[in-house]
C-alpha cells in the first residue's frame, strides 16, 4: 500500500493524484452536496471512555510504545481486561440526544459523524451480531430509554436537519474471526493469522462485517455517508480484503447516492479523503475532509485542553479556503454529558458562523485561498475574503484584498455597510475607516459583488 497509513494512531491521507472520481451520477451529485455542508460534529464515544486513555489502541501490542504509556497503575493484561469488561459499568445517564442535537444546530453544524463502533468492537448500536454492544444486558444503559445510542442521535439529529456520517471500524478486535484466540494475544491492529492459510475464518469476519454494515445503512438509515475506518484492512496489505465494492453496490440498490469514505485506500470507494489532525497545505481539487478533535485526543480525555473559538474559526476558515470540510471531534464524558469548556468553544465558533455563514456554506475554492491574513472563498458572482484577527481587532485603513475578478462592490457581512474601495492590477484596496469594530470578533468577511 506504499507509505504506512496509520502512525501512532493518526492516518495519512491518499495524495490527489490516486483520487478516482464516483462514476455514478447519483453518487456525484450527493458529493457535491455533501461538501458543501463545510461543518460536522464528530464524535468519538464507547465504554473505554471510563478509563481515559487512548480509545482501543492500548488493546494491540503492536502500538503499545505510544499506546500503553499512560498505564501506570496496573499491569498490560490486567488494563486490558479492565478496558474489555469497561462495558458492564458504562451507565451514561446524563445522554440527551436531542439536547446534542439542538447545540450542534446552534453551534453551525451540518452532518454528525458519530462512531458507531471503533476498533476495540463495542458497538453503539443494537446488532445482531455480538453481544458486545450497548443493548446487551452487560451493560447498565441497556435498560435505558436512550439505550440504543446510534437510533436515538441519529433520529435527533435528522430531526434538526442535519445529515448523517456513520464511522465504523473494519478491523475488530473484539471479534474471534479477526483477532482469533488461537493464534496468539494482539501482536499488531492487523488480523492475527494469513486469511490465505484460513479462508473459512476471514469469511466468517466478512459476513459479520458485512452484516453490521447493511445492519447501519438500512435499519438506521437513511446515511449519507458510510465512513470506514481503519484503512489498514485492505486486500493489498496481509490479504485482509473484505469485499467492500461488493456490498457497497448492494447497498447503493437501496440507498443510490450513498458516500462512502474507504480512509487511504483509494480507488472508487474513496469518495472523500480525510486528512487526520492535520490541514493541507495548499488546496486539493478532490473532495475532502478534515478530522481533528477539539481537544488533544478523539476519546475523553479528564485532563484535556480544548481549542478555543478563535482557533476554531481559524481552523475553519483554512480548511474551507482550500476547500475541504471539517469534521470536529468532541468527545463526550462518561456520565453522558459533554465538557461544559468544550460547548463553550462551540457557542462561540457558531457566534461567529451565524454572522459570516454565507461564506462558508456551499462555497467553493477561490483563488489564492489562503494568503498572508485572509481566507478566500466564493458562491456564483459574490467572492469572500476574511482577515483574520491575530487578538484585539485591528485593520489598517486601506485593506489590501486581492482577486481575480473585476470588483462591483464591498459589503462588510458583519455590520451591512457598503464600502469603499481603490482598483490595483490584481486587488483592490478596501477602506476600512468608517467600519466600526466594536462587535468585531476573530475574522472580519468582506463580500465582493463581481462581473460574471
Same mark, same amino acid.
Given at each position: 500500500m506504499g507509505k504506512k497509513v496509520v502512525e501512532q494512531g493518526i492516518h495519512n491521507f491518499t495524495e490527489a493524484d490516486r483520487y478516482v472520481m464516483p462514476k455514478e451520477k447519483e453518487v456525484q451529485e450527493k458529493l457535491e452536496w455533501f461538501m458543501g455542508l463545510k461543518l460536522g460534529l464528530m464524535m468519538h464515544w464507547g465504554p473505554g471512555c471510563q478509563i481515559g486513555t487512548f480509545e482501543s489502541w492500548p488493546l494491540s501490542d503492536g502500538d503499545a510504545g505510544w499506546s500503553q504509556a499512560e498505564v501506570d497503575w496496573t499491569d498490560i493484561p490486567t488494563f486490558k481486561e479492565q478496558y474489555i469488561n469497561a462495558n458492564r459499568t458504562f451507565n451514561p445517564i446524563r445522554f440527551q440526544p436531542d439536547k446534542w442535537a439542538a447545540l450542534a444546530k446552534e453551534c453551525g453544524f451540518k452532518y454528525l459523524l458519530f462512531t458507531t463502533k471503533h476498533h476495540d468492537g463495542f458497538c453503539m448500536f443494537d446488532t445482531k451480531t455480538t453481544d458486545y454492544k450497548i443493548t446487551d444486558p452487560s451493560c447498565p444503559f441497556s435498560a435505558h430509554p436512550y439505550a440504543d445510542i446510534t437510533r436515538a442521535l441519529y433520529e435527533a439529529f435528522r430531526k434538526e436537519g442535519l445529515a448523517i456520517s456513520a464511522y465504523f471500524s473494519k478491523p475488530d478486535w473484539h471479534c474471534d474471526s479477526y483477532w482469533h484466540r488461537a493464534f496468539?494475544?494482539?501482536?499488531?491492529?492487523?488480523?492475527?493469522?494469513?486469511?490465505?492459510?484460513?479462508?473459512?475464518?476471514?469469511?466468517?469476519?466478512?459476513?459479520?462485517?458485512?452484516?453490521?454494515?447493511?445492519?447501519?445503512?438500512?435499519?438506521?438509515?437513511?446515511?449519507?455517508?458510510?465512513?470506514?475506518?481503519?484503512?489498514?484492512?485492505?486486500?493489498?496489505?496481509?490479504?485482509?480484503?473484505?469485499?467492500?465494492?461488493e456490498l457497497v453496490e448492494k447497498l447503493r440498490k437501496k440507498n443510490p447516492g450513498l458516500l462512502v469514505c474507504d480512509r487511504t485506500a483509494g480507488g472508487p470507494y474513496e469518495n472523500i479523503v480525510t486528512p487526520e489532525k492535520t490541514v493541507p497545505t495548499t488546496a486539493l481539487p478532490i473532495p475532502w475532509e478534515t478530522c481533528t478533535p477539539l481537544g488533544k485526543r478523539f476519546a475523553f480525555l479528564y485532563t484535556d485542553h480544548f481549542k478555543t473559538g478563535h482557533e476554531l474559526v481559524h481552523l475553519l476558515l483554512d480548511v474551507v479556503a482550500k476547500g475541504g470540510n471539517l469534521a470536529l471531534n468532541i468527545a463526550p464524558q462518561p456520565n453522558g454529558a459533554l465538557p461544559e469548556a468544550a460547548v463553550c468553544s462551540l457557542r462561540e465558533l457558531g457566534r461567529w458562523l451565524?454572522?459570516?455563514?454565507?461564506?462558508?456554506?456551499?462555497?467553493?475554492?477561490?483563488?489564492?485561498? !489562503? $494568503?498572508?491574513?485572509?481566507?478566500?472563498? @466564493?458562491?456564483?458572482?459574490?467572492?469572500?475574503? #476574511?482577515? =483574520?484577527?491575530?487578538?484585539?481587532?485591528?485593520?489598517?485603513?486601506?485593506?489590501?484584498?486581492?482577486?481575480?475578478?473585476?470588483?462591483?462592490?464591498?459589503?462588510?457581512?458583519?455590520?451591512?455597510?457598503?464600502?469603499?474601495?481603490?482598483?490595483?492590477?490584481?486587488?483592490?484596496? !478596501? $477602506?476600512?475607516?468608517?467600519?466600526?469594530? @466594536?462587535?468585531?470578533?476573530?475574522?472580519?468577511? #468582506?463580500? =465582493?459583488?463581481?462581473?460574471?
Open positions: 496468539g494475544d494482539a501482536p499488531s491492529c492487523n488480523v492475527n493469522y494469513d486469511p490465505l492459510q484460513y479462508p473459512q475464518l476471514w469469511e466468517e469476519f466478512v459476513r459479520y462485517t458485512h452484516t453490521q454494515i447493511t445492519e447501519l445503512c438500512e435499519n438506521y438509515g437513511p446515511v449519507d455517508v458510510l465512513w470506514l475506518d481503519g484503512g489498514w484492512v485492505h486486500p493489498d496489505n496481509r490479504h485482509q480484503d473484505i469485499r467492500l465494492g451565524s454572522v459570516f455563514g454565507d461564506g462558508i456554506y456551499h462555497t467553493h475554492i477561490c483563488v489564492p485561498y !489562503v $494568503d498572508s491574513r485572509f481566507c478566500y472563498t @466564493q458562491k456564483e458572482n459574490v467572492s469572500y475574503a #476574511f482577515y =483574520l484577527y491575530d487578538g484585539q481587532p485591528a485593520l489598517p485603513q486601506w485593506l489590501p484584498v486581492s482577486t481575480g475578478r473585476k470588483v462591483r462592490s464591498v459589503t462588510a457581512m458583519r455590520t451591512g455597510a457598503r464600502l469603499d474601495f481603490a482598483r490595483s492590477d490584481s486587488r483592490i484596496f !478596501v $477602506d476600512t475607516s468608517g467600519l466600526d469594530l @466594536q462587535n468585531a470578533f476573530y475574522a472580519e468577511g #468582506f463580500a =465582493l459583488d463581481c462581473e460574471s
